[in-house]
T-cell receptor, first 113, second 117 residues
């Protein structure tokens, strides 16, 4: 079945640094979603991408929909301590009657003040 | 986005017992989903809760273990039955974005952290 692999698995950075993470799939996705999960909370949607090549920003966050439709990238500029959390990519599995989401393996981000 | 609440937020249960988790949405939604997140892992879809019909379960999840109710368009429950320590996880409900957005975005509740002793 479809799988989403994220890298790196974890990152430990200094406040102010930029961060890059990516998500790859063995099959094509028509939508890419990026979520952030704070400790003890549910995932919160950060950015949604709908077209190959699309580049979308949300504050200090920028995400891109890969041209091959098999990958996506998330960048965070000038990281701050509240960026700490787990970042998940997700995409809809169009098999079946509902658009079920498949989640990536996650990237844990730790920011040192 | 929809506002989603879950009860309880956390619980510690004994092996062999059952726990029912409630999910309430502040607006009517067609699709509600239940996910499991095992410690240190990603989210795995358990089932899709359909109003007026039986839930649709993913491979590896069965109705006897995870019965689901969906009595109306704003509420759903998930029961974790005959619990064992392996059921210790965060259980999350989510809803699909309103139809008028035309997209596949899902919004999540805060989760229920379950520990089984």
């Amino acid at each position: 079945g479809q799988q989403l692999n994220q890298s790196p698995q974890s990152m430990f950075i200094q406040e102010g640094e930029d961060v890059s993470m990516n998500c790859t799939s063995s099959s094509i996705f028509n939508t890419w979603l990026w979520y952030k999960q704070d400790p003890g909370e549910g995932p919160v949607l950060l950015i949604a991408l709908y077209k190959a090549g699309e580049l979308t920003s949300n504050g200090r966050l920028t995400a891109q929909f890969g041209i091959t439709r098999k990958d996506s990238f998330l960048n965070i500029s000038a990281s701050i301590p509240s960026d700490v959390g787990i970042y998940f990519c997700a995409g809809p599995n169009y098999g079946g009657a509902t658009n079920k989401l498949i989640f990536g393996t996650g990237t844990l981000l730790a920011v040192q003040p | 986005s929809a506002v989603i609440s879950q009860k309880p937020s956390r619980d510690i249960c004994q092996r062999g017992t059952s726990l029912t988790i409630q999910c309430q949405v502040d607006s009517q939604v067609t699709m509600m989903f239940w996910y499991r997140q095992q410690p240190g892992q990603s989210l795995t879809l358990i089932a899709t809760a359909n109003q007026g019909s039986e839930a649709t379960y993913e491979s590896g999840f069965v109705i006897d273990k995870f019965p689901i109710s969906r009595p109306n368009l704003t509420f759903s429950t998930l029961t974790v039955s005959n619990m064992s320590p392996e059921d210790s996880s965060i259980y999350l409900c989510s809803v699909e974005a309103p139809l008028e957005t035309l997209y596949n975005e899902q919004f999540f509740g805060p989760g229920t952290r379950l520990t089984v002793l």
